[in-house]
């Protein structure tokens, strides 16, 4: 019976080991170059949320949008926005607002898959209220879904988790 489950224990660390290494040398030079491949687009991605939320601070819409797919969506708080509500919310929100700007930019996650990905974010995002000029900043918690088109990372969904 030990010799049995001796046997058994082997097989399979044997095909443990076997799926863990790589067949080949080729194959090790294609898993670092993945590696590496979605190590650049982290950063590519980090920089465009971070141009998205530099156009949010500037009021810049057309900047603001030209970081999102036109297949857009948001959702927050139980509303539901395509490309033109979230086009129309911005420009609603940039009239009665001042002062405002972003830090604290926190990639909490990320998942990063050929063309898409979906990030999971932390950032403090700040404004005043026109008039009166009331401070309505707060750390806000989102999650983007992110899609390449033409060469670019895209938000196509925005789910913010305030």
Known sequence: MKKLVLIIAGILITQLAYKIMPVSAEEAVLAS??????????????????AFLQCSVQGDIECLMSHVSDDFLAMSGGNTLDYNGFKLRLENLFQGTTARSFDSLKIIESNISDNKATI?????????????????????????????EGGSWKIAVMLTMD
């Open 120 to 148: 999971l974010l932390e950032y403090n995002l700040r404004a005043l209220t026109l008039p009166g000029f009331q401070d309505v900043g707060r750390a806000r918690k989102a999650q983007y879904s992110l899609v390449k």
């Open 33 to 50: 170059t993945s590696a590496e491949s979605q190590s650049g687009e982290s950063a590519e991605i980090r920089q465009m949320i971070e």
